[in-house]
């Protein structure tokens, strides 16, 4: 496909964070603006404001291979294309998929330049209301295991609760993988203290955005869905005290010092 | 101090993440526009277009306590104050200094909004740029022992090598401790592969930007510094062809499927 054309392509793909266009950086705007040809998800898509110029090539969930390969063969074409991606591109986003694509097919980015726009990730979101859980050492793990064996996301947990790291799990929970959530918190709840601090972060940035602040005890994991990130504290982790009920989480930067 | 006076204050700890204005969200760049006072480390604030209103306030690196002591003792006069923490405020930067004061003097926020406004990090902005080295599960550390034993960083790099995470090493040396990240690379070195992709980028951002691509085996410690970033691969992880010999790195979403 590429390697015919004369013009240059160009591949962006671009981070446009997890909502707001407040949160989206002049970089990513400027990548968007200037696209011929716009891919994503349809519900990313739905908050740009394109020109009447711009193709938008829209696709459901869980295709990132298909757009990964439609922004390939558009760009190998002379095309300017921006491949968007909710949060940042690089955390279980598109970047990871259109570079398995160009492993597959190396020559693709022969008459391409390809950039990855950064943007402001879900963690970075919720840690940035909760106050500074992600303050010190932290793992971040998906709990889908559509693509990797469920033994190595226990494997995975196991070690993230053994090094007493705080702890992200994205993708916890679907409609066809209810259970995920579950056997992970009874697995924490192995390890980890019972006073740990936990937070349900949903659709942050977003009008339907919550909190739910809990601990490791209470916790209810019946309450997560897709669009939750589940936030764990280590042992250091602690609510300190906020403005009307909302305590802040913080994660100090120091080991055992705090009391 | 604050409780006596009748205005409210605000806070904003404004992420201006790792240098270009293209990667300062639209919100940060409004705090800042509408601060009077604006707090940070001197090179941070050398990267501002204040106006002739603002008073700006430029301290020394490692002093974060009294940044966050003099942002809380300010807005609690009902002052207008963007404290500046570079790349995201969360991740090794002023959120958790910030909370920590507040945690030893609760008070402090009687007369105040607080907000976290999240910013690129540094390791959104390294990982954008090596194409998704942090496209799957992965561990986030700091090495400095500045206020944890160095034995907790031995059990959470043991931790993470052991869960096959891919690792991001904030703080690998300076110049008080440039023996640290020899260590740690002689630690992964008793865990991982010889194969292992290593990544070591520096001043992203910056002008004096530069990125070494390697392995575990191969890797020199010795060209680390604290401008740089350390990416270590998960068993997973693996360099592709990429333009001008720069090659991508790529951590795929799949376990032990790609070949």
Redesign the interface.
């Known amino acids: 496909m590429s390697g015919q054309s004369t013009k240059r392509g160009t591949l962006a793909i671009v981070g446009i ?1 997890p909502g ?8 990513a705007s ?1 990548a968007l603006a200037h696209a011929s040809d716009i891919i994503g998800y349809g519900p990313y898509l739905a908050r740009l404001q394109p020109n009447p110029l711009q193709v938008l090539h829209a696709s459901d969930n869980r295709v990132e291979m298909d757009r990964a390969s439609l922004a390939l063969h558009l760009a190998g074409q002379g095309r300017h294309v921006a491949l968007v991606s909710g949060g ?6 598109m ?6 694509a ?2 597959q097919s ?1 020559h693709l ?1 022969e008459n391409i ?9 879900a963690m ?2 919720a ?3 909760l ?12 709990l889908s295991d559509n ?3 469920w033994a ?1 996301i226990e ?2 947990l ?3 609760a ?4 705080a702890i992200v799990l994205y993708n916890p929970a679907s409609k066809a993988r209810p259970q995920s959530i579950f056997d992970a918190f009874a697995l924490m709840r192995k390890i980890k203290s019972p006073a740990t601090p936990v937070a349900f972060a949903k659709a942050i940035g977003r009008s339907n955005e919550s909190i739910v602040r809990t601990t490791l005890a209470q916790a209810d994991p019946g309450c997560v869905d897709m669009s939750t990130l589940v936030l764990i504290g280590s042992s250091q982790s ?1 609510w ?4 009307n009920g909302a305590d ?1 989480l ?9 009391t």
Chains 1, 2 share one sequence.
């Open positions: 964070g707001p266009q407040a949160w989206i950086t002049p970089q400027d940042d591109p690089g955390i279980f986003a970047a990871g998929a259109l570079f398995e160009l492993a190396p980015q330049d390809i950039s990855v726009l950064p943007g402001i990730s970075l979101a840690a940035a209301r106050g500074a859980p992600l303050g010190h050492d932290f793992c971040v793990l998906s693509l990797k064996p190595l494997r995975r196991t070690a993230a053994e090094g007493d790291f602690r300190i005290g906020g403005p802040w913080l994660t100090p930067r120091s080991y055992g010092a705090v």
